[in-house]
């Protein structure tokens, strides 16, 4: 077979099952929605091209694929959002944005006896080879355990938040997911580390120093400088609550109800990430480590679904209401209104917000009807489960079902890419205030087109909610 020929084949097989868009792993334990590992195109493109020789002939192939890939997949960096699906081996946005750290300065010898708050991250670029890094602090603090617990962040500023994320080295061992299935004595201490509940003291020793920056990733918080890991020790016992410690120690529980059980049990979402990311959940043959920004989605989603479930059975909302707030430039309206459930997001990115480059207001939405969706969320990403999993929170907790529009507005000051969990501390936030009712769909939309600055008509065209809203029914003719 040619090698064009050969190409051609790759090409169609990862356009066919790989689909860029897909940013959610489609796989982990027996998670029954997420059925194989989805690869990311460009990735594909790049394996696929090592079958061509010519080197003149691979240029012209290559500007073929990534002309193809934007066009088909709409790649702007508004859809991308740092997922490298623009074949790109790295962000330009996030890289213009890291930080340099001081942290190493108060090392010596490249090692340190300190603090973990705790955590933990998996990276992703080179899945199943990943890097696990606990994080932890050459400092002792008794603010420590808030240094990555985002659902206690809400109302901080960008400068604090940062300025706590410099202060823990990601410090990564590199391993593959499968590790989880026989960790060794230093992952199993990595994993205890994760299932604490307090601050614990660590001994660290690196090899070397990989970068002193802070990155940023629009689904994660952001990262602290980096380090490659020697030894990571823990230098007590750690805390681990009992349900914890029960669910993850039974190697016959499905990953999903591992995690609705420990919700249930008022584990926070964040430590439900941590734990998944771990390999600490599934069937004893199945168990993997997940990466962060994987983990993230996959507990928002998981959970919402969940709630979803017995949320279709409760009464329905009797009027309209309006719930609002306002968080680093991000403004969040959320409206609620009568009739079974469904759900839809609504962004308007600002000219010069920090996916848009150009002086067009850009506008994403992602919708599900009562039957739920079927494949990712690829226009609002992370933030769709993020914001999902916050309104199903608040309308199980009230007994109730509704229609809900989420209206997002991004603007200039919003310039660094915090993570998905702004999003969801937002709409908690939000729906924690006495909401504005309405009895006229048409008052609530003109209010909320005042208080934004992109015009609300421009929403309402994007929005299938809306739309269906104002298509009749057929028993309007009877």
């Not at 959940?281 to 168990?287: C, D, F, P, S």
């Not at 848009?356 to 506008?363: A, C, D, L, N, S």
């Amino acid at each position: 077979m040619s090698p064009i020929i050969r190409f051609g084949v790759n090409f169609v097989f990862a356009s066919l099952f790989a689909p860029p868009s897909t940013a959610i792993i489609k796989s982990f334990s027996e998670i029954n929605e997420y059925k194989n590992f989805v690869l990311m195109l460009p990735l594909q493109i790049n394996a696929a091209l090592l079958l061509i020789t010519r080197s003149s002939f691979k240029l012209f192939i290559t500007l073929i694929c990534l002309f193809f890939t934007m066009k088909v997949n709409g790649i702007e960096c508004i859809s991308c959002k740092g997922r490298l699906l623009c074949g790109l081996t790295s962000c330009k946005i996030l890289d213009s944005h890291k930080r340099k750290s001081k942290i190493f300065s108060e090392i010596k010898n490249n090692s340190f006896e300190g603090s973990s708050p705790p955590g933990l991250f998996v990276s992703w670029n080179n899945y199943p080879n990943v890097s696990i890094a606990p994080l932890s602090s050459p400092f002792f603090s008794q603010e420590i355990e808030f240094f990555d617990e985002p659902e206690k962040w809400f109302g901080f500023s960008s400068e604090k938040i940062i300025e706590m994320r410099e202060s823990l080295i990601q410090s990564g061992k590199k391993t593959d997911v499968f590790s989880a299935l026989n960790p060794s004595r230093e992952l199993s201490e990595i994993q205890e580390s994760v299932m604490a509940v307090s601050p614990l003291n660590v001994s660290v020793e690196l090899n070397k120093i990989l970068s002193d920056k802070i990155s940023f990733d629009f689904l994660s918080v952001p990262s602290g400088p980096k380090a490659e890991l020697k030894k990571f020790s823990l230098n007590e016992n750690p805390k681990i609550p009992k349900k914890v410690d029960y669910i993850t120690s039974d190697t016959d529980l499905l990953s999903t109800k591992g995690l609705e059980e420990l919700y249930d049990s008022n584990v926070s979402v964040n430590s439900l990430q941590k734990i998944l990311s771990a390999g600490l959940l599934g069937l004893k043959k199945k168990r993997k480590l997940v990466p962060t920004r994987w983990s993230i989605t996959a507990v928002d989603d998981t959970i919402s679904k969940k709630l979803i479930e017995k949320i279709k059975y409760f009464k329905e909302t009797d009027f309209i209401q309006l719930f609002q707030a306002n968080y680093l430039d991000n403004h969040f309206f959320v409206l609620l209104l009568p009739g079974s459930w469904s759900f839809e997001q609504l962004e308007a990115w600002k000219a010069d917000s920090v996916w848009v480059q150009g002086k067009e207001t850009k506008i994403m939405a992602d919708f599900e009807s009562f039957k739920g969706r079927k494949n990712y969320a690829s226009d609002v990403s992370g933030a769709y489960y993020a914001s999902r999993l916050a309104v199903t929170e608040f309308l199980f907790e009230k007994r109730r079902q509704s229609k809900v529009i989420v209206f997002r507005e991004i603007g200039q000051e919003y310039s660094l890419s915090l993570g998905v969990w702004l999003i969801r501390e937002t709409v908690r936030n939000a729906l924690k205030k006495k909401p504005l009712r309405f009895f006229d769909l048409d008052l609530a939309l003109t209010y909320i087109g005042r208080k934004l600055e992109t015009p609300i008509n421009l929403f309402k065209r994007e929005s299938k909610l809306l739309d269906s809203l104002n298509q009749k029914k057929i028993s309007d003719y009877f």
